[in-house]
């Protein structure tokens, strides 16, 4: 065991892990952030997508000593203080229907819009190539994306 | 007739928990001294079990428990139709999911840690793992006490086949197959179960069907339906998947929870649901079709053989509706239809979305074509020649007369929505200037709505207005992520009058509300929104019985209108609220509870005859693509379906359905299929088994037909599975204008074929 400290979701945490555990593992289990989801604890479906210092990550492929100094923001940070345009706009657009894959979606949303606040929809798409929805069908999910975007200042 | 393709506002009662991550799934739920469970399986897919030993498995760290089938003290044998699954397997193996035991232990990891520790002695039998080959006198019988690898059998006699043969001018034979494929729903199976104090097990858990879960759970821990109860929380995917399988991981935790006296969670890996869960059944398909010159089908003869793998499941009512589909939504005069679900040790099949209809749309819609070019017809005129009309009759010899019969409304739209005649002409054929071949494909369907004579077809509703006017509305309808709960909630506003912001649904449980059945078969919105219609007028009519004196009006004339109540001439009124008032000032309880009961079905399993369903829908799907000839790659360019739902309760949420279906149904087409090699299911996870990802997929148009639907009282009809029946043969169509190549294999492989050497030098790069 060791003691790891690091930013969750603007709160200093400290929590004891196994070298070997993982960060999706670590913060389901014993921080009780239950946002990112397992859907193949392998890399391909996206589902446990959450930001270490801003950018998106597959928790389930970082082990959670990796974190230690770091910062990891989850859906819940997200969420935080208010729902972002783009949750506001997931809501509007029907983006989700079972919803599992929607916190590992927005993580990968909110990043593209940060570092692109105005993607084309080839860009969308390419963003989004690493979460797996079985549901929708991406379209509405692009959508919601798209009118963010348009709605934002150029 | 309306269309919809305009934007209206979408609306879901959960959409704000699910875009902030406190939506709570089962593995998200936590208990105090909560032990963790996990699955052992065999290496074989068929052997005799001589002994099952967990002495060193229990002896782990960690380790409280291993359970096998000695500690069951319910009924080991399970099944919705044929009771040959044993939830833990006890004297044979017969496929590569077969569970031999479970281990319960602190952590999931140590559970996980003790698994090699559990030794299965067996005795490998002949396994028989080509459905055909089943079928064949001599085969090893995946069931001895069945007598035959035979599941079920189903067929259809209409008229007379031989007179079809004379009368027709051209004859059309031709084979196709379908493949095995994965629910692949993004949340794995689980289950958390606990025996509450007052001595009642209960159950939470990713599974579809709460009644048919508790049925299980209880069947397997020996005790009566009261004493399990069934929560439903939020599921991450069903389509069709979550029925046995998921049901089966309940009854087992429950079974953990109830020997270890504590709460048990077991949370699957996705390599585990792969290799147990059941998939969609491959079919064989051999048609003969016999056609007049002028494009008018004379008969049609067609085998099928599914793929049921080792269990029964739901097969026998999955190869109904292709059976009574097996013609697909045309009039033929002359059928002789032979259906088969098959035992084999290969990885047993169940429900999943469109159940047993791809499969034979799939075929069907190519046939046709096939059939238009080789008279010289245009294949829109071949099918508006053939498709059902208002008054026409079915295969099955139902009169089509009790709804609107759209098809040709439904073909028209997307004919004209995706200029598919002038897009025809510019389709390449195989020839092509680059190695870029453009091709546009559609294709039409019929379907039968709800369970049909597959099974009893009711379903029940709770309204309970509490007495400061806000209410509990409760349905027998699962919500498996589909939006039900918002349907229901918006029907139940639009029948009271009054807003949506009122009605809370309530979370549902096995203990509050009847057996509503299965939320399959699209029939959610069906069943239990007729309940909810009917559950508002007995409500409306109570109500008014109470108020009417002080409105000065009898009963029969109290108008409900934007949550105030007048009498007819509006010259008095009394608002919603203070009408409840007065109801629990007046001892009169403002609850209801209201029941649909879907109308009479009829069939005749020896000569495949009655009215297999009380309602229809009526679909079209359009795709256009681009195959890269050098390649082999298939680009969607864009997808457009036109389906009839009876009436849109909530249109945008509809539109979802629609493009999920597309999507799912396109993936269908090109790209999903989830092999067996000796028995075993080869893909283990995400990697292997591909589904579409959001740079496959191309723009989707979603339009709503509306024709009300008289025999439903809320006049919708259902939209789950219609959307991913057809959108493989648009594509296999499309495919074919593409390259001028039919491929009559599901999933559609482009081959191209290379000259010799180019053939080695291509083979040598590998
Ligand atoms: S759970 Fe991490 S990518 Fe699937
Ligand atoms: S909404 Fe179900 S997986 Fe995306």
Redesign the interface.
Known sequence: MAKIKFILNNEMRTVDVEPNETLLDVLRDKMGVKSPKCGCDRGDCGACAVMIDGKSVRSCLVFAIEVNGQEVTTLEGISQPKLTKLQEAFIQFNSFQCGYCAPGVIISATELLNNNPHPDLEEIKEALSGNLCRCTGYQPIFEAIMDVSRKRKK | MKTMNSKS????N????????????T??L?MLNCLHAVPVYSDYVSAKIISIETDKAMKQPGVVKVVTYKDVPGNLQFGQIIKDYSIFAHDRIRTCGDVIAVIVAISRQQAIDAIPFVKLVAEELPAVLDAEEALKEGSPLVHESHGSNIANYHCVRTGDIAKGEKEADIIIEQEFTTSRIE??????ESALCWQRPDGVMEVFGSMQHPFSTRRFVASTLGKPLSDVEVKTV??????GGKDDTAAIVCARTALCSMMTKRPVKMTY??EWSMRESYKRHPYKIQYRMGLKNDGKITFVKVRMVADGGAYCSVTPWVTWRSTVQCCGPYEVPNVHCDVYGVYTNNIYCGAMRGFGSPQVNFAIEQLIEMAAEKLGLDEIEMRRRNMVHQGSITVTGQKLDMHTVSLEQVLDIVVKESDYLNKKQKCSFGKSENDQLYGIGLAISYRGMSLGAEGTDFNSAIINVQPDGSILLETGVHE????SESAMILLCAEHLSVSKDRIRYRQPSTSNIPDGGTTVASRGTLLGGGAVVNAAKQLREHIARVIAPDLKCKAEDVIFENEILYDKDKKHKISFNEAIRLMYSRQEYPYSFGVFQAPQVSWDEHTGQGNAYFTWVYACQAVELKVNAKTEQITLLNMIAAHDVGKAVNP??L??QF??????GAGYGILEKCDVKNGKVVPT???QYR?L???D?P??TAIIVENYDPVSPSGAKGIGEPTNEIMAPAIANAVYHATGKRYPDQPVKIIVERRDTEAQSHGEKK
């Not at chain 2, 506002?9 to 879901?12: D, E, G, S, V």
């Not at chain 2, 939020?234 to 389509?239: A, V």
């Open positions: 506002t979408a609306w879901r959960d959409a704000y928990a699910k875009v902030t991550g406190i939506a709570k799934y593995d998200d936590k629910h692949a729903y993004m949340e794995p939020p599921m991450g995917g069903g389509f890996s996705r498996n992520g589909q939006g945008e949420l539109k979802g493009y999920g279906g597309m999507a799912m996870n995400l990697h589904i990802r959001s740079t997929l723009e989707m």
